[in-house]
C-alpha cells in the first residue's frame, strides 16, 4: 500500500479543471490544469510555514528516486520483458550556477503521463476527507505533518519545477512544469532512457534565505551525508578536483564523477557509528513523522533465520491510528532489495504501532503475499520480534517512565485491546505492560507495583471503575476498602474492566470489583447480625421494592458503606459499569446488570425507614424510596429516568 506524500495530499484538494489546451511557450501544451482556491493555501502553508528547515528538499526528492529505483528494480524480478543492470541504477544531483537551477535524476521505473497527475497533481482519496470543508486551521497543519512533505518540499526553494519522466511502460516521455500553487501544465517530452529528471528553479536570495548554496557541491555533499548516506544507490555529482599535473608541475582543475553516500543501510551499520540523530531523520523520512520516536529499537539475529531489524515506537499515534485505514506492518528487505512495503504479518495486532524495517538474507525475493502467513523466515522472524518489542517496551517502562507513560497513553488501549480479543490468551506478554490509576496517589501503575504494595493477609486486586479518578475516588462503595488499607485499581478505561476478566487473574490473585455484591470483609458474627437484620426488614424491603419495580434484583443492608447511605451494586458476571459500555455499543440489544439498592445499615436513614414503615406511611416511603435510589443512580455516574418526579420529590420532602 502506498503513502500518501504531501504532495497527493495536498493536490487531492486541488479538483483540477482543464483550462486550456493550446499552445504554450510555441509548444503543444497537452493539457493546463489550475489548482483550486483552498489548495493554493493549504500548499502556500505548507511551503512556509511548517517547515522552516528547508534543506530537507534535497532528502525527500532523493528518497522518491531510490523508491523508484528501488520500484524498477522489483518489476525486473518478477516481469521478463523489464531488464536492469543493477549496477547501473543511480542518481544524479546536477547543479548549474549559470542558470540556478539544481536537477535530480534517477533512472528509476519513471512515470507515465497519467501517474505524473495521478502522483504529482491529483487528489488522493485519505486526504481529500481531511480537509472537505478547506479546513486550514492550526491543529490540521500537525495533520499535514504526519503525511512527510514530499515532492512538493521541491516548492520550499524553487519558484519553477519541471519534471521529466519516462515509464518501463511508455514509450514517450511528458513534461510536468509548475510554478507551485498556480497550476501546472503537461506537454509531450524528448527523453529515452527511463526514469525522472527533476529540474529546480532556485529562488531569489533574501535577506534571511540563500538559495545559493544549493548550487555548492561541498555543500551538496554535506547535505547528501546528513540526510540520505544510507541510500541504496549511488548518489553521484561531477566534482572539481585539482590535480598536480607532474610534467609541468602545475595544479590544475579536472572535473571527476563522484559518490556522496556510503550505501551502506543504517541498520547494516556499526550501533556505535549511528547517532540519535540519524536514526531520527530516517525515521521522519521513511515513516513520515515529524516528531521523534519516543523509543529505537536494533536487533540482529543470527541463527536458523538471521534477521536485521530496525524498529521504531512512535511517540504519539497517528490520526488514523484507531481507524479501520490504518495499516500496520514493518518494511521487509531481503538482500538489500526492498520486498514488501508493509508486511502485516510480522506484527501482532497488539503492537501495530511499531514502525520500522526487517532485512533479512533468509527471505525469498519473490515471497508472495498470499504464502506470507505460511512462511517459515516469516513466522519465525516474527515471533522473535514480538519478543524482542515486549522486552524493549518493559525496559521503556523500567528506565523512563516519563516516556513510556506518553507511550500508553496513546497505545495503551491497543495493548488492552491484545488482551481482551485474545480472551486472556496473550496476557503473559501483555499483562505487566499495562497500566491503570490507582488510589495510591491517584497515578498510574502497574499491576506488578500494586501487587509489591499489597497488605498484608489481601489476597485480592481491588478495583472500581468510572469517568475520571476524582469521580471513583468518591464512589461510596470504595470507602471501606480504604479504610481497611487496601489500594484499589482506578479503571477509567471503559475496555479496562473486561480486560481484567478475561486476564481472570494476576500472579495467583483474583480481580474484586468493590462495587461487586460479593465483597466481603465481615467477619461470622458480623455477618451473621447482617444476615439477622435483613430478614427482619424483609417486609420493608419487599414494600420498597413495589416503589422501585423490577429497577433492582433486591433491596438489602450492607456493612461495604461507611459515611454513604446507599450504593447500587451488582450480582454476577455483569457489572454496572460493563452495563454501561455495552449499552453505548451500536449492536442494538440492550443488556441490564442485576444491581442491588444496598442501604448502610449504621447510617440513620435506616431508622426512618422503619420508621415509616411502621407507621404504615406507604406514600412517604415509596418516595423516600425513589429518592435513595436516584441518588444512587447519580453517584454510580447512571442517568435517572425521571428527573423530574425525583426534583419534585426532594422538594415535597424539603417542604416539611
Ligand atoms: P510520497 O513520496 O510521500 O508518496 P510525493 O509527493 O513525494 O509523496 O510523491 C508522490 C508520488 O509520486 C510518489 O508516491 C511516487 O509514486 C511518485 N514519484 C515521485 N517522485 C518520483 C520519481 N522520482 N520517480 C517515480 N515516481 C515518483
Known amino acids: 500500500m502506498k503513502n500518501y506524500g504531501i504532495g497527493t495530499l495536498v493536490l487531492t484538494l486541488l479538483k483540477e479543471r482543464t483550462k486550456i489546451v493550446g499552445v504554450f511557450k510555441g509548444e503543444i501544451i497537452v493539457k493546463k490544469k489550475q489548482f483550486k482556491a483552498e489548495s493554493k493555501k493549504l500548499l502556500d502553508m505548507m511551503i512556509n510555514s511548517i517547515y522552516t528547515n528547508k534543506e530537507i528538499f534535497l532528502r525527500e526528492l532523493i528518497s522518491n528516486a531510490s523508491d523508484a529505483i528501488d520500484k524498477l528494480y522489483y518489476r525486473s524480478l518478477t516481469d521478463k520483458k523489464v531488464s536492469v543492470k543493477k549496477d547501473d ?87 510536468w512544469e509548475s510554478t507551485g500553487a498556480d497550476g501546472y501544465q503537461l506537454k509531450e517530452g524528448t527523453k529515452k532512457e527511463n526514469g525522472t529528471t527533476i529540474t529546480l528553479y532556485l529562488k531569489e536570495n533574501t535577506e534571511d534565505d540563500s ?18 548516506d544510507y541510500i541504496r544507490y549511488p548518489i553521484k555529482m561531477m566534482v572539481t578536483e585539482t590535480k598536480h599535473n607532474d610534467e609541468d608541475d602545475k595544479h590544475e582543475e579536472v572535473q571527476t564523477e563522484k559518490t556522496l553516500n556510503s550505501q551502506i543501510p543504517i541498520w547494516k551499520k556499526a550501533k556505535k557509528d549511528v547517532k540519535d540523530e540519524e536514526y531520527n531523520d530516517f525515521y521522519s523520512d521513511k515513516f513520515y513523522d515529524y516528531e521523534k520516536p519516543i523509543h529505537i529499537i536494533r536487533s540482529e539475529v543470527e541463527g536458523r533465520c538471521s534477521y536485521q531489524a530496525l524498529l ?9 491510528y484507531y481507524s479501520k485505514d490504518y495499516e500496520k506492518g514493518l518494511q521487509l528487505y531481503s538482500k538489500g532489495v526492498l520486498i514488501m512495503d508493509k508486511c502485516s504479518e510480522l506484527l501482532p495486532d497488539y503492537f501495530s504501532f511499531v514502525k520500522g524495517i526487517v532485512d533479512s538474507e533468509d527471505v525469498s525475493l519473490n515471497i508472495s503475499r ?48 491484545g488482551i481482551y480479543s485474545s480472551y486472556g490468551m496473550k496476557k503473559d506478554i501483555l499483562q505487566d505492560l499495562l497500566l491503570f490509576y490507582s488510589s495510591k ?216
Open 89 to 175: 541504477l543511480e542518481i544524479w544531483l546536477t547543479p548549474d550556477k549559470e542558470n540556478r537551477t539544481l536537477t535530480i535524476s534517477d533512472n528509476g521505473i519513471g512515470m507515465t503521463e497519467e501517474e505524473l497527475e495521478d502522483n504529482l497533481g491529483t487528489i488522493a482519496k485519505s486526504g481529500s476527507e481531511l480537509f472537505k470543508e478547506g479546513n486550514t486551521k492550526e491543529k490540521d497543519i500537525s495533520i499535514i505533518g504526519q503525511f512527510g512533505v514530499g515532492f512538493y518540499s521541491a516548492f520550499m526553494v524553487s519558484n519553477k519545477v519541471i519534471v521529466e519522466s519516462k515509464s518501463v511502460d511508455s514509450d514517450k516521455s511528458t513534461i
Open 211 to 228: 538559495y545559493d548554496e544549493f548550487l555548492e557541491t561541498y555543500h551538496l555533499e554535506q547535505l547528501v551525508h546528513k540526510y540520505s
Open 312 to 320: 521504531f515506537i512512535p511517540s504519539h499515534a497517528p490520526f488514523d
Open 370 to 417: 498470499e504464502t506470507l502467513q505460511e512462511n517459515y523466515q516469516i513466522t519465525s522472524i516474527a515471533k522473535s520480534l514480538e519478543s524482542k518489542i515486549k522486552k524493549e517496551l518493559e525496559s521503556l517502562l523500567e528506565n523512563k517512565r516519563e516516556d513510556y507513560e506518553k507511550f500508553f497513553k496513546d497505545f495503551g488501549t491497543q495493548l488492552k485491546y
Open 441 to 656: 496517589d491517584k497515578k498510574l501503575t502497574t499491576l506488578k507495583e500494586y501487587v509489591s504494595r499489597m497488605a498484608e493477609g489481601q489476597d485480592t486486586i481491588y478495583y472500581a471503575c468510572g469517568e475520571t479518578t476524582d469521580k471513583i475516588d468518591l464512589l461510596p462503595q470504595t470507602e471501606r476498602v480504604k479504610e481497611k488499607g487496601y489500594e484499589i485499581l482506578y479503571l477509567t478505561d471503559y475496555v479496562d474492566e473486561f480486560v481484567l476478566q478475561c486476564m481472570m487473574n494476576y500472579q495467583d490473585k483474583k480481580f474484586q470489583n468493590v462495587a461487586q455484591d460479593n465483597l466481603d470483609f465481615d467477619t461470622d458474627e458480623e455477618k451473621e447480625a447482617l444476615k439477622k437484620a435483613n430478614n427482619e426488614a424483609k417486609d420493608l424491603f419487599s414494600a420498597m421494592q413495589k416503589a422501585l419495580g423490577d429497577s433492582v434484583t433486591s433491596i438489602s443492608y450492607t456493612h461495604r458503606l461507611k459515611n454513604h447511605p446507599v450504593c447500587l451494586t451488582s450480582k454476577g458476571a455483569l457489572s454496572v459499569e460493563m452495563e454501561k459500555v455495552l449499552n453505548t455499543m451500536p449492536t442494538g440489544e440492550k443488556v441490564k446488570a442485576e444491581t442491588v439498592m444496598e442501604i448502610n445499615e449504621d447510617h440513620p436513614i435506616r431508622e426512618k425507614l422503619e420508621e415509616l414503615y411502621q407507621k404504615k406511611d406507604t406514600e412517604s416511603l415509596e418516595k423516600y424510596t425513589k429518592i435513595l435510589y436516584a441518588q444512587a443512580r447519580l453517584i454510580e455516574g447512571l442517568p435517572i429516568e425521571n428527573p423530574t418526579e425525583i426534583s419534585n420529590l426532594v422538594c415535597d420532602i424539603l417542604a416539611k
